[in-house]
């Protein structure tokens, strides 16, 4: 077979940026370290409540020191839990305080979920079976909508949520 020299530098090319791309994911995976959002913390999907973040009175906003919060959320197939208000009504708002440092823990019990909070850094993936969260601090006030950005079925439209920085 009788290949023209610029044939040859073209699959050379692609061969060697394929190489290259698979030198440098490699790199990233076994030597950075690179993994997915829930830092591999893992947690049984049927029984999200042994884990004491979970448990019903626990989901939400929760104020642990000056400035410091942490929110726990279960995503399901279509909602937010962010637990209840003082009528029992589900809380479909949070507010947090300018400045403030907020760690977001998710799960889900059902499929994969979004959590992504538009307008800011925090954007992650639930997936079952593992604890997704990420620490941020909230530095931009204003009204920001949780959404959903991972397709998880036929109400996956609904499924948001606000989060209100104030000043
Ligand atoms: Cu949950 Cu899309």
Same mark, same amino acid.
């Given at each position: ?54 448990q019903p009175e626990n ?39 300018? %400045?403030?440092?907020? #760690? ?6 059902? *499929?994969? &979920?979004?959590?992504?909070? !538009?307008?800011?850094? /925090? ?18 006030? %204003?009204?920001?909508? #949780? ?6 079925? *036929?109400? &996956?439209?609904?499924?948001? !949520?606000?989060?209100? /920085?104030?000043?």
């Amino acid at each position: 077979m009788h290949l023209h020299k610029f044939e040859k530098l073209w699959l050379l090319s692609g061969v060697g940026a394929l190489a290259l791309f698979l030198v440098i994911l490699g790199f990233g995976a076994f030597y950075l370290g690179t993994h997915p959002q829930s830092h591999g913390i893992t947690i049984d999907p049927a029984n999200i409540e042994a884990e004491e973040a979970f448990q019903p009175e626990n989901l939400g906003l929760t104020k642990v020191d000056d400035d410091k919060y942490i929110v726990n959320v279960v995503a399901t197939a279509f909602n937010y839990d962010l637990g209840v208000d003082e009528d029992g009504n589900a809380v479909k708002n949070i507010k947090i305080p300018k %400045g403030s440092t907020v #760690l977001f823990q998710v799960v889900t019990p059902d *499929v994969v &979920h979004g959590f992504n909070i !538009a307008g800011t850094n /925090v954007n992650m993936m639930v997936e079952p079976g593992f604890i997704s969260s990420m620490e941020v601090e909230m530095k931009q006030s %204003g009204e920001f909508t #949780l959404l959903c950005n991972e397709y998880c079925g *036929v109400g &996956h439209h609904m499924m948001f !949520a606000t989060v209100e /920085v104030y000043e």
